[in-house]
């Protein structure tokens, strides 16, 4: 079973979380792009990783995060 934690952040602080997670999910992105491809068409950041299966479950996990976020943000 997960360990569940509450926290009590300031909004603002909230949306920073998001950005900087919406920005993880393009580095995933990315990098699964050019994992996958073996390049990217615009200069971008990639994450140092050489699995495109590892690239997808960060992507998966960060766009998780984000919903289960956007959805606690929603239902206060």
């Known amino acids: 079973m997960r360990k569940m934690i509450t926290l009590t952040l300031p909004t603002e602080v909230v949306g920073e979380i998001l950005n ?3 920005d993880g ?4 992105r990315n990098t699964e792009e050019y994992l996958s491809g073996g390049c990217v068409v615009t200069p971008c950041f ?3 990783c050489s ?3 590892k690239a997808r479950r960060m992507m998966t996990l960060y766009e ?3 919903s289960l976020i956007e959805k606690t943000v929603k239902t206060k």
């Open 25 to 28: 999910v393009e580095v995933w």
């Open 46 to 48: 990639v994450a140092e």
């Open 64 to 66: 998780e995060t984000i």
């Open 20 to 22: 900087h997670l919406e």
């Open 51 to 53: 699995s495109i299966r």
